[in-house]
Each structure stands twice: as C-alpha cells, then as structure tokens.
C-alpha cells in the first residue's frame, strides 16, 4: 500500500529538548516536505526536498532542520524546541511528475511545554 | 507570492442539502493546480477533487464539484446531498506548474469547518 508514515503521531516535551519526528514513504517519489498546520493559517510549509541531499526552506523554516540522505525518508529535527512550535505537522510527498496530487502522511501533534 | 483566501471559518448545512464553499486565490502565473482538501476529526488530509486552470471544464468528482472562474481567480466547491460523513475542515490549496526553486509547494487557505445538521 502506497504511503507516507509519519512517527510519533503524539509527542508532549519541554522547551529545549530536541526531538525529531521521522517521515518515511515508500512510493519512490523525489519530492518531499513538512508543513506546519496552525488555527486560522491553515497549513505552511516548513522546508522540502526536491531529491536526495537537495533541501531547501519554506516560508516558516526559523528552528527547524531536515535532512534527506536517503530518497525514502525525511525527518524533522527541532534541535531546540519552544512553544511557539507547538502545531500540527504533516509531512508529503509527490513524484516529480508535476501532474501527480501529494500524498500526506498522518500527522504529528506536538505540544512543546 | 501567491495566496489563497477562505473567508467562510465555518459553514453548515442540512443533511441532504447542498453547500458552496468559497475560496479565491491571487496569481500572477497562468498555468496552475487548485485542489479541495478535507480533514476530517481523524486530522487525515483527503484529496477531495481538483482542477487544472488550462482546462475550462469544472472538475467533478461524485457529489462534489467545483466552479472554476478563471479571470475572478475564484474557485467554490459544491457539495451536493450532504451527508454527515461530509462533516470536516476543508481547505483550498493552489499549487504552481513552474519547476523552479520552492515554486512546487502547496499555498492553503485558512480552512473552512463544515458541520452537517441531521
């Protein structure tokens, strides 16, 4: 089955403890991101990937880091977590082919204390 | 930069009736994707239709259609006989054709949160 895998799906944690959550898909698709879903702004984009080693900043990147060292996985790095990056975050992936619709995984909500 | 606009936060509807759901974008580009989404309380993000701006024919999928007014950069979804699994958040996304540089990304609304009257 088609799809993008996103864990934890919870995660509650203090201000300044770094967590990742991990982003996995297994449709070979070169084209990932993560976006941030927030009250009111629906959802943004944190950062993408067009391919492997290639990343790049959304338009909300400020304390967030990715990587992308292998095609299928993306994960999300907050290094120093505060609370303002308490939201909804939902990674996706697309095939390159620019007619194909995005695939979303499941979502992660996370609660920075 | 492009944006999308949902200027109805919530909505609701009587069962079996039918619903519009506004969403106006601004572009300057002239090929492009618009896409509904729908999030229901299990916070899935579910394809519910889109539409290609060269083509002049309103998408249409089941009971849900769109009206696609190309020079009012406005672009609605119908849903005809609600039903109460219609109930959810939806939201209107825009997507660039350009191959460029962090063009690719999906630009949303703010959302629109549909509740269905039995």
């Known amino acids: 089955e088609a799809q993008v895998t996103q864990n934890p799906r919870y995660l509650i944690t203090v201000t300044g403890k770094k967590l990742t959550v991990t982003c996995s898909q297994n449709m070979n698709h070169e084209y990932m991101s993560w976006y941030r879903q927030d009250p009111g702004l629906g959802l943004r984009q944190i950062y993408y990937s067009m391919n492997v080693e290639v990343t790049d900043k959304g338009d909300v990147p400020e304390g967030y880091k990715v990587s992308r060292k292998e095609k299928r996985n993306f994960p999300l790095i907050l290094e120093s977590p505060s609370p303002n990056q308490t939201s909804l975050y939902f990674c996706a992936s697309r095939d390159r082919d620019s007619n194909q619709p995005q695939h979303f995984g499941d979502g992660t909500r996370l609660s920075i204390l | ?118």
């Open chain 2, 1 to 118: 930069a492009q944006t999308v606009t949902q200027s109805q936060p919530e909505m609701s509807v009587q069962e079996a009736e039918t619903v519009t759901l506004s969403c106006t974008y601004d572009t300057s580009e002239s090929d492009y994707y618009l896409f509904w989404y729908k999030q229901p309380p299990s916070r899935q993000m579910i394809l519910v239709i889109r539409q290609e701006a060269y083509k002049q024919q309103n998408a249409t999928e089941n009971r849900f259609s769109v009206n696609f007014q190309k020079a009012a950069k406005s672009f609605s979804l119908k849903i005809s006989d609600s039903q109460l699994g219609d109930a959810a958040m939806y939201f209107c996304a825009y997507r660039s054709l350009l191959i460029i540089q962090g063009a690719q990304k999906l630009v949303f609304g703010q959302g629109t949160r549909l509740t269905i009257n039995p």
